[in-house]
């Protein structure tokens, strides 16, 4: 089966420390992976995504990702985590070649990032 | 800028009751989505429209139905609500396509069933 797996519920840092937020995926062939945060009481918003091509990906709010192929990874990461990033975070991904539902996105369950001053 | 509204941002029903959420997207996107949030669990799908009067199942469609009479416009329907649908329901969108479009999401609706 195919699914996402963010290990961590929660993730504590202090402010200016980097941070990382870990994904690993289980899909069937090569895949599309995004990062999207949510902000309390609001939607999701998105992040970054990794379609091919370079595997450092660089998206909003100073957040980038690294694809690891042969980890099955897509580490969410921040050199300098600021009180404003506190928020709840998801991966999601999306198996590649597949249309109809088998194209809809996978999501994790979520982790919740806390960055105290 | 890429929008999504939902009709409510925080709803109260009783057991027993109709109840009607609404999303609609002005990026003319082709497929829309209906998920619900609950604590531990992330985001499930519950239905998914590829285009006008389309739709599909998705994982957890159970007590639930859904209605796109326009594109702009997808509504999602609970025909006996439950205390068990007591959760958050977010509706996203996509344009249509080989490559895998980003999905924008509306900013959810809170639903408390009594």
């Known amino acids: 089966a195919q699914s996402v797996a963010q290990p961590e519920d929660q993730v504590n840092v202090a402010e200016g420390n980097p941070l990382t937020v870990k994904c690993t995926y289980s899909?069937?062939?090569?895949?599309?992976l995004f990062w999207y945060v949510q902000y309390p009481n609001r939607g999701l918003q998105f992040l970054l995504k990794y379609i091919t091509g370079d595997n450092l990906v660089k998206g909003s709010y100073g957040f980038e990702a690294e694809f690891n192929k042969s980890q099955t990874s897509f580490h969410l990461k921040k050199p300098s985590a600021l009180v404003s990033d506190s928020a709840l975070y998801f991966c999601a991904v999306r198996p590649m070649n597949y249309g109809g539902s088998q194209g809809n996105l996978i999501f994790g369950k979520g982790t919740k990032l806390s960055v105290k001053p | 800028d890429v929008k999504v509204t939902q009709s409510s941002r925080y709803l109260v029903k009783r057991t027993g009751e109709k109840v009607f959420l609404e999303c609609v997207q002005d990026m003319d996107h082709e497929n829309m989505f209906w998920y619900r949030q609950d604590p531990g669990l992330g985001l499930r799908l519950i239905y998914f429209s590829y285009d006008v009067k389309m739709k599909e199942k998705g994982d957890i469609p159970e007590g639930y139905s859904v209605s796109r009479e326009k594109k702009e416009r997808f509504s999602l329907i609970l025909e006996s609500a439950s205390t068990n649908q007591t959760s958050m329901y977010l509706c996203a969108s996509r344009r249509a396509g080989g490559r895998p479009d980003t999905q924008y999401f509306g900013p959810g609706t809170r639903l408390t069933v009594l």
């Open positions: 899909v069937s062939g090569n895949p599309y």
